[in-house]
């Protein structure tokens, strides 16, 4: 029977409710050696013991000399000094006597005989030295109390004469993956299996926040062999992340342990993804049960157990900085939760741009290319595209701002370049957004992207791009940068078992057939060459199952679930299957002519010029650079 959420409390009154009933968090401290402290944080106010120097030193090599001796010296009255009498020779560092108060550089010296220099101009009281205490004077403070103690933080201290700290001790966090699919990563995997990576996630992240990660063996979802684990790993550590069962399935059991063992304090917090969450104390020791999906998991551990971990260390979590940009698609929400947006940046035009990332609780590649975060309060339906939104970074400004934004048809050859490119000049990147030629054509009549890639075919003219470019981006200065041509053509599974050669045969009713999207420049080629045939798309199975890009269309044949999917030659090359030719296309780049000047993009004109790029596409096969970098300029 299935259990349902116990509460549905906002976020900050949940966190409020929860470490209340935690209270002290008996943070434990312990002193290390200074030079063992970087990363910890200081429990109290550290106090110089000595001065550095401790002593009135030389700044320089040469002679610490008395400066009444030296007022006559200058170019025409050379002063000759004597060792002992008038100077000693010093070196940088080394103690100067009460009797001397002043430095003179070696290179100001005249040999004048044995124990003897001349000198030709006057030195100042204290002239190249460093007085007691220069650098840290004895009782100044060092660092304060919660400080995070940095490497510069440690030479200052031992000048300062510091060679133990007492630290908050890094709290140990025991984390227990379940699931009866989840298996070790390099297992051998069969239908239903699912790769444990969030608990090796987990473990990196709580590292970076200073606690020190125990992962344990995967549980099955077994209710006295998942309390058995929450047993130990709670006598075990100070704080205790059950990953998965935290849902209201059948085999969701971490909310009924921890209410055995313990107090389930929160079942279910008004955020999303992550609503699912448990807040729970068992032994005064706290345990979070966090949901399964990646996304839920990655965002309950940033909102909830950072907290947590850091608190323990007498930290609060710093506030991600935050930029203005607009918003590039509508994004609605619900009026029951907190959401946190994904999104990918770009800076456009002399501006950000947002665009919403893939919002399922289980795209963890979402999380790998996201820029920000956009949060949509809980009273908030929605927000209209073109809004002006607050996004926090998760990116440096200056790698977004030195990103070339790509947004358009897919091939794998972008992904190609975009490594290339970083390679070539380390601080610029790529990032490709899968739309379609149509969806690019768009991004670059609303500014929302550098470079539009495109293979749009004119069913009249049977041209590529050029009239479409006229069509959807009139009054604009548009430069089409050659980039290939490439074989389109049927991917179909090894030995091609269904024998599919023409788009007659897409018609077969054994035959299953995986579609790209809307606006695409293949499905374009596609419904060109049924309306030139006369066939109903209604007579393919599988006409209306879409897909985003060239790769998860051949995956989806060579997984079984399609027989057949209209694609590049790359792609099924890639996915070891079978190609069909049907047609030579002109793969282009429409990119604005302001942009052209740019530094950033002549450095990606050379690298689709290059060598190394056309090495890589020979690899690939089915594609002709021979024209690859020429422009075509189209004025309005």
């Avoid at 007659?504 to 009713?509: F, H, I, R, V, Y």
Wanted: net charge negative.
């Amino acid at each position: 029977m299935q259990k349902v959420y116990l509460s549905n409390y906002e976020l900050e009154e949940a966190l409020n409710i929860y470490f209340n009933k935690i209270g002290n968090l008996n943070a434990e401290t312990e002193t290390v050696k200074t030079w063992d402290a970087n990363g910890r944080v200081t429990v109290s106010a550290v106090f110089a013991k000595i001065s550095s120097p401790h002593y009135n030193s030389s700044a320089m090599d040469g002679i610490a000399a008395k400066s009444e001796r030296t007022v006559l010296a200058s170019d025409r009255n050379h002063v000759v000094l004597t060792e002992g009498e008038d100077y000693i020779v010093v070196d940088t560092g080394d103690p100067i006597p009460r009797e001397f108060d002043c430095v003179i550089m070696v290179e100001d010296l005249i040999s004048a005989g044995e124990n003897k220099y001349e000198i030709y101009q006057s030195a100042v009281p204290w002239q190249n030295i460093r007085p007691l205490g220069e650098d840290i004077v004895e009782n100044q403070l060092i660092v304060p109390s919660k400080h995070k103690i940095r490497p510069v933080d440690i030479g200052a201290l031992i000048a300062g004469g510091i060679n133990e700290v007492e630290v908050f001790k890094r709290p140990r966090v025991g984390i227990i993956p379940t699931g009866t699919e989840i298996v070790e990563p390099g297992t051998e995997l069969k239908v239903g299996d699912i790769i444990d990576f969030n608990s090796r996630t987990f473990s990196a992240q709580v590292s970076d926040w200073g606690g020190i990660p125990k992962r344990y063996d995967i549980v099955i979802d077994d209710y006295e062999k998942i309390k058995l684990a929450v047993i130990k790993a709670n006598q075990e550590n100070d704080i205790v992340l059950i990953n998965a069962g935290s849902s209201a399935g059948r085999e969701d059991f971490t909310s009924s342990v921890i209410s055995e063992l313990g107090d389930l304090v929160i079942h279910g917090v008004a955020i999303k993804p992550g609503k699912p969450v448990m807040l729970g104390v068992i032994h005064n020791k706290p345990i979070i049960g966090i949901p399964g999906y990646p996304v839920s998991a990655y965002f309950v551990m940033e909102e909830i157990a950072k907290r947590l971990i850091l608190k323990y260390q007498g930290l609060e979590a710093d506030e991600l900085k935050k930029v203005e940009a607009r918003l590039t698609r509508r994004c609605m929400s619900s009026l029951k939760y907190l959401e946190f947006v994904r999104v990918k940046l770009g800076y456009v035009g002399g501006s950000y741009v947002a665009t919403p990332l893939t919002r399922g609780a289980g795209a963890t590649m979402s999380l790998v290319n996201a820029d920000g975060v956009l949060e949509i309060d809980q009273d908030v339906e929605g927000i209209e595209a073109g809004t002006t939104v607050q996004v926090k970074l998760l990116n440096n400004e200056e790698n977004i701002k030195n990103t070339l934004i790509s947004i358009g048809s897919h091939d794998p050859i972008i992904d190609i370049a975009s490594d290339i490119l970083h390679r070539r000049n380390k601080k610029y990147f790529l990032s490709s957004t899968n739309v379609g030629s149509t969806g690019g054509l768009m991004a670059l009549k609303t500014g929302e992207t550098h470079i539009a890639p495109t293979h749009l075919l004119d069913m009249e003219t049977g041209e590529y791009n050029l009239s479409y470019l006229k069509k959807y981006l009139p009054g604009k200065n548009i430069c089409l940068v050659k980039c290939v041509n490439r074989i389109q053509g049927f991917m179909v599974k090894k030995g091609n078992p269904k024998n599919i050669n023409t788009f007659e045969d897409l018609t077969k009713q054994d035959v299953k057939f995986v579609n790209r999207q809307r606006g695409s420049g293949t499905r374009l080629l596609l419904d060109y060459n049924l309306n030139k045939l006369g066939i109903d798309p209604k007579n393919i199975n599988g006409y209306f199952r879409e897909e985003f890009n060239h790769l998860a269309v051949a995956a989806a044949v060579e997984a079984g679930d399609a027989d057949a999917g209209l694609g590049v030659y790359s792609a099924a090359t890639m996915m070891g299957l079978d190609f069909i030719p049907v047609c030579n296309e002109e793969y282009d780049l429409a990119i604005p002519e302001e942009y052209m000047d740019t530094e950033i993009i002549k450095e990606f004109i050379e690298t689709i010029k290059s060598n190394e790029f056309k090495a890589k596409l020979d690899e690939l096969g089915g594609y002709d650079y021979s024209d690859t970098g020429r422009i075509i300029y189209q004025r309005s």
